[in-house]
Each structure stands twice: as structure tokens, then as C-alpha cells.
């Protein structure tokens, strides 16, 4: 099945989140390392490669985002109370805030600071602003703030799918899993 259903998320849906979800954790990999890393080349091919993920991460969400408009979302558990399909709504609306957030801070750091790309070393990233040095550095902290947002809404997200699977006994966790269909 490659498209959503109300039951169940589609084969595509599935790929995206598996695989958006593998780059954001070689995202904050790549960004401990290459923060802590001595100044050297091999710190600068960090950053290229950090860098570089963060374009090809705001573009596949980007796409993600718009798979999800054109095809069903799976409905929650008709048994699910209000405050918990408000809060599952707000956690996605804040990751997506922070998926698109932290690739144009990024963006904005690297452009402020005066900073050239070629993402993957291969074509030139444009500058968005304007060389700011303290632009730079109040996005740095923008940056940061929405990495520690991205990391606990993450932990809560996961955190709900495996409350869902071995405490509530629904298929949240399941039908998200690639290979699975469900029948409800």
C-alpha cells in the first residue's frame, strides 16, 4: 500500500518518517562532533557534510509535509480522550516547527556569518541575509534552542508511541512500522 489510509500510514509515509528520522540523528551526530572537533580540515568536511543533511532535510520534509496534505492521516484510537489528541496534534506541529526551524537558522548562521557552501560539494548554497555578525550569533543561540526542543519533543514522541503499544495495546506504534498493515 503506498498511500495513507484512515488505518494506516502508507508505504511512502512510512519511508519518509524512517528515513527523516535516520538523517536528524546523523544531524545531531555530525553537529556534537563537528562543535567539539579540533579546528582542522576534517572539522570543516563536518561541517560541510552537517550542513549539507540540513538542506537535504529541510527539502524532505518539505515533501513529507506535503505527502501528508495530499493523503489521509490515519485516525487516532476512537477511544483516545481530548487532551490526548490535542497533545498528540501539538507534539507534530512542534516537531515540524523544529524541522523546518533548524535547517533555516542554520541557513541564516551560515549566510550571516559570511560562510560559502557548495552543498555535498557540488552546487553553491545562496546566501539569505546579509552578513551579520550578530545575527549570527543570536541564531546560533536560535540554533541551539530549537536542538533541545527538537531532542525532548522527540524523547516525547517515542515516549507516547511505546506507552501506546505496551500500555494502551493500540497499533499508533505498528502502523507505522515498515512491513506492517493493520486491520483495523
Known amino acids: 500500500m503506498i498511500r495513507n489510509t484512515e488505518t494506516s500510514w502508507g508505504s511512502i509515509a512510512k519511508l519518509m518518517h524512517w528515513g527523516i528520522a535516520a538523517l536528524i540523528i546523523a544531524q545531531i551526530v555530525l553537529g556534537l562532533v563537528a562543535v567539539g572537533w579540533r579546528l582542522s580540515p576534517t572539522k570543516l568536511n563536518l561541517f560541510i557534510w552537517h550542513k549539507s543533511l540540513g538542506i537535504l532535510l529541510l527539502a524532505l520534509i518539505a515533501a513529507r509535509l506535503l505527502w501528508r496534505f495530499a493523503n489521509p492521516t490515519p485516525r487516532l484510537p476512537a477511544d483516545s480522550p481530548g487532551w490526548e489528541r490535542r497533545a498528540a496534534h501539538a507534539s507534530h506541529a512542534l516537531l515540524y516547527i523544529c524541522m523546518f526551524g533548524l535547517p533555516v537558522s542554520g541557513w541564516i548562521i551560515n549566510s550571516a556569518a559570511n560562510v560559502p557552501l557548495r552543498v555535498f560539494w557540488l552546487f553553491p548554497l545562496p546566501a539569505i541575509t546579509a552578513p551579520n555578525k550578530a545575527l549570527?550569533?543570536?541564531?546560533?543561540?536560535?540554533?541551539?534552542?530549537?536542538?533541545?526542543?527538537?531532542?525532548?519533543?522527540?524523547?516525547?514522541?517515542?515516549?507516547?508511541?511505546?506507552?501506546?503499544?505496551?500500555?494502551?495495546?493500540?497499533?499508533?506504534?505498528?502502523?507505522?512500522?515498515?512491513?506492517?498493515?493493520?486491520?483495523?
Not at 159 to 175: E, G, Q, S
Open 136 to 184: 549570527a550569533e543570536t541564531m546560533k543561540l536560535v540554533h541551539l534552542g530549537l536542538i533541545i526542543t527538537l531532542c525532548v519533543a522527540l524523547a516525547i514522541h517515542v515516549a507516547a508511541a511505546l506507552r501506546h503499544h505496551f500500555i494502551k495495546r493500540t497499533d499508533i506504534l505498528t502502523r507505522m512500522l515498515p512491513g506492517r498493515a493493520t486491520s483495523t
